[in-house]
């Protein structure tokens, strides 16, 4: 995937905020999710990049508008060193998570009041040795339903390139 298809998948007017927030990519990769996201953040704003393999992390940049700290961290096991988070992403990350319910209190503790969700995941629950634990829309928006999350948005879709099932973008918020 592009840059320019990251930006479209992940595209919503609310990520566009008046005032700088903090961010955490939990999964980030290489940060292509995390180079999209900076996009919408007003100067000011920081992303934690974490991700478990620390050959992928996107370089530390101070000199942009927003800031990206990368941070190797297994997100799903350790503690999170993070401020109060105004959102989290999770581009393909999800799905690594069995126990979402527990994963999803964990990390409900570090938003603040207004902290939304940015998840980029396979529309099926069929898993497979690449994507073990897969979160439909459906699954997605009933687990945050059940969390307390009022707004659940499926943003965009673009099929997979592996043919499976579509990847999707969703906005969740509390509303």
Wanted: aromatic share 10%; net charge negative.
């Amino acid at each position: 995937m592009q840059l320019t298809e990251a930006i479209e998948l992940i595209s919503h007017d609310q990520l566009v905020t008046s005032q700088a927030s903090v961010w955490a990519d939990l999964g980030c990769g290489h940060g292509l999710f995390t180079k999209a996201l900076t996009r919408f953040l007003q100067p000011g704003s920081h992303i934690y990049a974490v991700d478990i393999d620390e050959s992928t992390l996107p370089a530390a940049s101070e000199t942009g508008p927003v800031a990206i700290r990368p941070l190797r961290l297994d997100f799903a096991q350790d503690d999170w060193p993070f401020p109060p988070l105004d959102g989290l992403l999770m581009a393909n990350s999800l799905h690594y998570v069995s126990d979402k319910r527990t994963f999803l209190q964990k990390a409900i503790r570090h938003l603040t009041a207004s902290g939304r969700f940015l998840i980029v995941e396979y529309d099926t629950d069929q898993g497979n040795p690449w994507v073990p634990f897969p979160a439909s829309f459906r699954s997605l928006s009933q687990l945050f339903e059940e969390a307390g999350f009022a707004s659940i948005q499926k943003l965009h879709e673009r099929p997979s390139r592996y043919g499976k099932a579509n990847l999707y973008a969703a906005f969740i918020s509390r509303g």
